[in-house]
C-alpha cells in the first residue's frame, strides 16, 4: 500500500513537473505546478511528516500559486505560439544539464546521509515522546534552530520591507 | 477484524454528517431568504409548503431540471470541473470539525467479539481527529479560491474573468489575517488538535481570551466566504454575477451549494475555536453544536441585511493595514499573556 502510494504520488510529482515546462498554455502550466505541490504533500506524509504536508498545501498550493495564477491572469498571458521550435532546441540543452545537476545532487545527498548518524537521537520514537510532529518541529525550531530560524525571519523580513521600497512610487 | 467495523462506523457517520449539512445548506438559502424578507418588512418565500418550508426542495428540483447551457468555452474541462472544485473545498472541512462529544459506545459488540472503538477515538463526534485540524482546514478551504478562479477564467467573459482576479487578492490578503487570528487560540490552547481545543473550553469558552481574535477571525470569515460587505466577486451593480455569470442549472446550484456550505464551515469553525464547540449544559452536545452555528449563520444573514458593500480599494486597504497588524497585536499579546500566567 505504502509502495503503491509512493510510486503513485512520486509519478504524479515528476509528471505534472515536467508538464509546467512542456504545456504552451501559462495558466495550464500553473495548474500542473499547483497539482505537483499537493501530490509532493502526499510524499510528505508518507513520511509522517504531516505539518510539512499541510504547510506545502497550504502555502505552496493554496497561497503562492493563487498570486502566481493572479499575475498571469492579470497580464493576460497568451498561450506561447511561434516560438515553439526555439523552445524545442533549447529542451535538447536542458535535458543533459538536467541529468548532469540530479546527479551531482544525488552525490551529495548521498554522501550527507552516509555521515550523519543513524536517525536513533530524532527518530519516531523521540516524536512520538514530544508528543507528535508539530510539537516535535516547534520545539527542535526554537531550541536548536532558534538562530537559523530567527536569522531567516529577518531575511525574509528585509525581502518584503525591499520590494515596498521598490515597488512603491515616489510621492512628492 | 476490527478495521471493518471501524470503516463501517466512520462510513456511517461520514453519511450522516454529509446528510445533515447538505439539508442545512438547503435551509441556510430559505433562512436568509426569510430573514432578509423579515428585515425588509416583506415576507419572503411563503407559497410552497407551510411557511414556505419546501421551498428548499422546489429550488432543488427547478435547479436540477433546468437546461445546462453548454457554451462554446475554449477550455470546457476547466470550465465543466470549476463548480465542483469550490463545492468539494468548501465541504471537506467538516472532515475535521468535531460536532458532538460521543456518537457511539465505547465498546460494541459484532458477532459475539468486543471491539473497543475508544482506542482510536472512534467512538466521538468526529470523523478524523487531526493532530493539525486546524491548519487542515485553512489548507482545504484555501482551495476552494480555484474553482472560483478557474471558473471566472474558463466563462471567456470579461466579468467572470474580473470576478475570478478579484477573488485571487482577495483570498491572499484575508487568508493571511485569518490564520494570524486563528493562532491566539493556538497559543492558548497549545494545541491544534481541534478535540484537544474543545476539550480546554470545558470551563470557559476561549471568546472570553480572545475578544480581539474572535471579531479578527470573523471579519475574515466573510471575506473567505465571501459574503457582504466583501462579496465583491459577484457584485451584480458592476459584473453582473461575476465569477457565476456564465453557469447555469447544477453547475450554478454547485456554486451556491458551496456559498452555503463555506458560511456553515466558518460558523462551525469559529463555534470550535472560540464558543467552546459542543460544550454546554443541560441540551445533548450536538444539539448545542447545532445551535451555536445556527446562531453565527444567522449573523451572516444579518450582517448582509446592515451593511453596503465596500468598494475594492477599501477591501484591500482594510485587509492589510488594519485587520493584518491587529491580529499580530493580538498574537504578540495572547503571547505575552501565555508566557506570564500560562
Known amino acids: 500500500m505504502e509502495l503503491f502510494l509512493f510510486v503513485t504520488f512520486s509519478a504524479l510529482t515528476v509528471g505534472s513537473a515536467a508538464a509546467v515546462v512542456w504545456h504552451p498554455h501559462p495558466v495550464k502550466s500553473a495548474l500542473f505546478l499547483i497539482l505537483s505541490f499537493f501530490s509532493m504533500g502526499g510524499l510528505y506524509l508518507l513520511l509522517q511528516a504531516e505539518f510539512i504536508a499541510l504547510m506545502q498545501v497550504l502555502v505552496y498550493a493554496g497561497a503562492v500559486m493563487v498570486l502566481f495564477l493572479f499575475v498571469i491572469m492579470l497580464l493576460n498571458l497568451k498561450p506561447r505560439g511561434e516560438d515553439r521550435a526555439a523552445f524545442k532546441v533549447r529542451v535538447r540543452w536542458a535535458v543533459p544539464l538536467v541529468l548532469f545537476f540530479v546527479g551531482g545532487v544525488l552525490t ?59 515597488a512603491k512610487k515616489e510621492r512628492r | ?120 477515538g472512534i467512538h466521538r463526534g468526529v470523523i478524523a481527529d487531526l493532530p493539525g485540524a486546524v491548519l487542515f482546514i485553512l489548507a482545504i478551504s484555501s482551495l476552494s479560491t480555484y474553482g472560483v478562479v478557474l471558473g471566472g ?67 475574515a470569515a466573510f471575506a473567505e466566504a465571501c459574503r457582504t460587505p466583501f462579496d465583491l466577486i459577484e457584485c451584480e451593480n458592476e459584473l453582473v454575477a461575476g465569477y457565476h455569470t456564465e453557469y447555469s442549472s447544477m453547475k450554478f446550484g454547485l456554486f451556491q451549494l458551496a456559498e452555503y456550505a463555506h458560511i456553515i464551515t466558518v460558523s462551525a469553525v469559529a463555534v470550535t475555536l472560540y464558543l467552546g464547540g459542543w460544550q454546554g449544559p443541560w441540551l445533548p452536545s450536538g444539539l448545542w453544536f447545532v445551535l451555536k452555528t445556527g446562531a453565527l449563520v444567522f449573523f451572516f444573514i444579518w450582517v448582509r441585511a446592515t451593511y453596503p458593500r465596500v468598494r475594492y480599494d477599501q477591501l484591500m486597504s482594510f485587509g492589510w493595514k488594519v485587520l493584518l497588524p491587529l491580529s499580530l497585536a493580538n498574537i504578540l499579546a495572547t503571547g505575552c499573556a501565555v508566557a506570564w500566567w500560562g
Open chain 2, 153 to 219: 477564467w474558463a466563462s471567456d467573459n470579461r466579468y467572470s474573468l474580473l470576478g475570478g482576479i478579484r477573488v485571487t487578492a482577495q483570498m491572499i490578503s484575508y487568508e493571511l489575517s485569518l490564520g494570524m487570528a486563528v493562532v491566539g487560540v493556538l497559543l492558548v490552547a497549545g494545541s491544534m488538535r481541534l478535540t484537544e481545543i474543545v476539550d480546554a473550553q470545558a470551563r470557559l469558552p476561549f471568546i472570553v481570551y480572545q475578544p480581539l481574535g474572535f471579531v479578527l477571525y470573523l471579519t
Open chain 1, 108 to 166: 551529495a545527498v548521498t554522501g550527507a546521509l552516509a555521515r550523519l548518524a543513524p536517525a536513533g537521537s530524532h527518530g519516531p520514537d523521540w516524536v512520538a515522546a514530544q508528543g507528535g510532529n508539530i510539537r516535535a518541529l516547534g520545539r527542535l525550531l526554537f531550541t536548536r534552530g532558534l538562530l537559523p530560524f530567527e536569522v531567516t525571519s529577518v531575511l525574509l523580513l528585509v525581502a518584503v520591507v525591499g520590494v515596498m521600497v521598490l
Open chain 2, 1 to 120: 477484524m476490527d478495521w471493518i467495523v471501524y470503516g463501517v462506523i466512520t462510513l456511517i457517520k461520514t453519511a450522516v454528517l454529509l446528510f445533515v449539512l447538505l439539508t442545512a445548506v438547503a435551509y441556510a438559502t430559505l433562512m436568509e431568504r426569510k430573514v432578509l424578507g423579515f428585515m425588509q418588512l416583506r415576507l419572503g418565500p411563503n407559497r410552497v409548503g407551510p411557511w414556505g418550508l419546501l421551498q428548499p426542495l422546489a429550488d432543488g428540483v427547478k435547479l436540477f431540471f433546468k437546461e445546462d447551457i453548454s457554451l462554446p468555452v475554449s477550455e470546457p474541462r476547466l470550465y465543466a470541473i470549476a463548480p465542483w472544485v469550490t463545492a468539494v473545498a468548501a465541504i471537506t472541512p467538516f472532515l475535521a470539525i468535531p460536532f458532538a462529544d460521543t456518537v457511539a459506545p465505547e465498546t460494541v459488540e459484532v458477532f459475539g467479539r468486543t471491539v473497543d472503538l475508544a482506542q482510536y
